[in-house]
């Protein structure tokens, strides 16, 4: 038999991370999406003040994509449980097409690769505000208007 596997696109990555209980679950359309994005958002918003917790992902402690895998999961949408892999799925964006509940991601502390994640909450013109969990505060609430991520900002995925 001829090894046919290919390396699969965001998009299908995306497909095989989703997970249905059942098929009376409901899946949003399109026109659904924005109600989804702040049911996303209220429940990230409910760990505010969490403390951090390296490989957490309870609201006893979360690490940043711990955060997002929690939030997500609640939804039944399975992401990859580290930053750098939740970087390969869904659609790269260009700065002005990031919207809310898309995800946002970091190089920090001068590393080569993607090792911080949160999920953009506001977007105006000259900022994105994003909820994530950081070593030091927990569960907050950033801006890409801070120099230490203005300068660590390196890309967002829009994954639903």
Known sequence: MRNTEQKSSPKKLLKK????????DYIASDEDTSYLVKQLINTASDNLGANYRAGG??????DCSGLMYAT?????II????????????????????QKGDLIFFKTNGRKVINHVGMVIEVTEDEIKFIHSSTQKG????????????KSFTQANRIL
């Open 79 to 98: 992401l990859p449980r580290s930053s750098v892999d939740m970087a390969k799925i869904g659609r790269v964006l260009s700065t002005n097409e990031i």
């Open 72 to 76: 997500f999961k609640k939804f039944d």
């Open 17 to 24: 991370s989703f997970k249905r209980k059942n098929d009376d």
């Open 139 to 150: 569960v907050i609430v950033s801006s890409t208007k801070e120099p230490y991520y203005e």
């Open 57 to 62: 992902t309870t609201p006893d402690g979360f």
